[in-house]
């Protein structure tokens, strides 16, 4: 019996030490999460208003929040095993959320992407060959190729010239 009333006794300090330390790690996960959502709820009214530069702007600190909750979570999350598949489940929506709010930005403002490597789906509505080299082009958008087939998919850097948003793919 005495080994019941020791467990009885020390249980409770054990608990609140674990109660604690999950406390120290998850409330901070915790702030984290409200200063992400914060930052997503500024973008709707940015949105709708046309701002895109403004959304433009939330992206690195999105980024870096998540990056940093990201971390600690890796190494800290480990005391709660739940909490920490809640967190790294947060963490990567919150990366899903990220590359929808570029791809908001780079549709309606492309050129805030000047010298920026992006990528993005692309339909062509017409292609001019030149010496060496294609341009297909749809809008205000050029993507160059040194081939006359190119994926939908592009990733390239981001050049504004003449109020022209230039991809120029023969350029690695």
Known sequence: ???????LKEFPKWLGLYLGLCGLVFFNLFIFE????????????????GEWYL?????????????????INKYFGWINPIGYLAYHA????????IKSLKALVFANSPELFNGEIIEFNFTQS??????????FKNGNISVLSAHD?????????????????IIDLRKK
């Open 126 to 135: 017409e292609m001019i060959p030149e010496n060496e080299y294609y341009i």
């Open 90 to 97: 947060y963490n990567q929506a919150e990366v899903e959320q």
């Open 1 to 7: 019996m005495s080994k019941i009333k020791k467990f």
């Open 149 to 165: 087939k190119i994926p939908q998919r592009i990733t390239g850097k981001v050049q504004f010239i003449n109020q022209e948003i």
């Open 34 to 49: 409200e200063a992400q959502q914060q930052i997503i709820f500024s973008t709707w009214s940015s949105k709708t208003a």
């Open 55 to 71: 959304i433009k702007g939330t992206i690195p600190l999105l980024e870096k929040i998540n990056n940093t909750s990201s971390t």
